[in-house]
């Protein structure tokens, strides 16, 4: 499976195996953690809630429309739901492509279409309070 929805840790390392077939010249991997300030406040930690089906289907049709749009050999999309602690991996997006210029724009891509379109929700909890996040 390329595209998904993880919770705790994630095999990396085997997702990224999986990339190495075909033309690829070019490897690129982005890894979105939860960072431990937010608008200035203090995070403790992270929730993320979804429409497990809606969500699903929505990181596969980003997935396949990346390879499309920028004629890239292969990517990965892998989304976390549930609690997350500050430091904690909650996006893993890879791209293989012939050359690093198609792979970059790809990867930038999918990171943006991911953040603004899944049906994804993230709560932030701080020191003294927390929110809902809206998408960026």
Known sequence: MKSGIFRGSLDEESLLDSLAEGNVGAIL??????????????????????YEELALKQLEEIRKKAIRKFEIVDAIVYHRVGEAKVGDLVLFVA?????????????RWIVDEVK????????????EGERWVEPD
């Open 29 to 50: 991997t982005f890894r979105g953690v939860v960072r431990p300030f937010s608008e200035g406040k203090k995070v403790v930690k992270l929730y993320y809630d979804y």
């Open 95 to 107: 791209v293989a492509s012939e050359r690093r210029k198609a792979g970059f724009e790809a990867l």
């Open 116 to 127: 603004s379109g899944v049906a994804i929700w993230k709560k932030e909890y701080f020191e």
